[in-house]
């Protein structure tokens, strides 16, 4: 897979690891914190076990996008790799790779890497959305 539309975004968050890890993979927490900007709602399906499959619906104003894809990898509380597609990779596969890190103070620093994007577009507004997202999953868990 190439990385030359890759993306590689980081977080500490005031949290442990066994908790930021378990929030990938619940359907309901997903659904609180999966929301980049001008996601008004998002509905999440899960089958958190290797080979098993996702399915998030991110809900705007006027329309949603569909994300589906398949965990490769579930090492809590590590590392998640899972495939994801949308009309934002056009309709390819590309690979998330999330680590868990714990650091000082009863925080963890979170790694999204994904890779195999189709452009620099598709890059761009996936660096955009993953930053959101981890700046929601922080906030959650100050809450």
């Not at 790779?97 to 996936?126: C, K, M, W, Y």
């Amino acid at each position: 897979m190439t990385e030359e539309f890759a993306l590689t975004v980081r977080r500490e968050i005031a949290a442990p690891a066994e908790d930021l890890f378990d929030a990938w993979l619940d359907a309901r927490s997903l659904g609180a914190w999966l929301k980049p900007s001008g996601t008004r709602e998002t509905r999440a399906e899960t089958d958190p076990r290797v080979g098993g499959k996702f399915r998030i619906v991110m809900v705007h104003d006027e329309s949603s996008m569909e994300h589906t894809g398949t965990y490769r990898e579930i090492d809590r509380p590590r590392r998640l790799v899972f495939t994801w597609s949308s009309p934002a990779t056009q309709f390819r596969d590309s690979i998330v790779t999330v680590t868990f890190q714990p650091s000082s103070n009863s925080s963890t620093l979170v790694e999204i890497h994904q890779a195999g994007l189709p452009d620099e577009e598709a890059r761009a507004g996936h660096h955009a959305g993953w930053s959101d997202v981890l700046r929601e999953l922080a906030q959650r868990e100050r809450t």
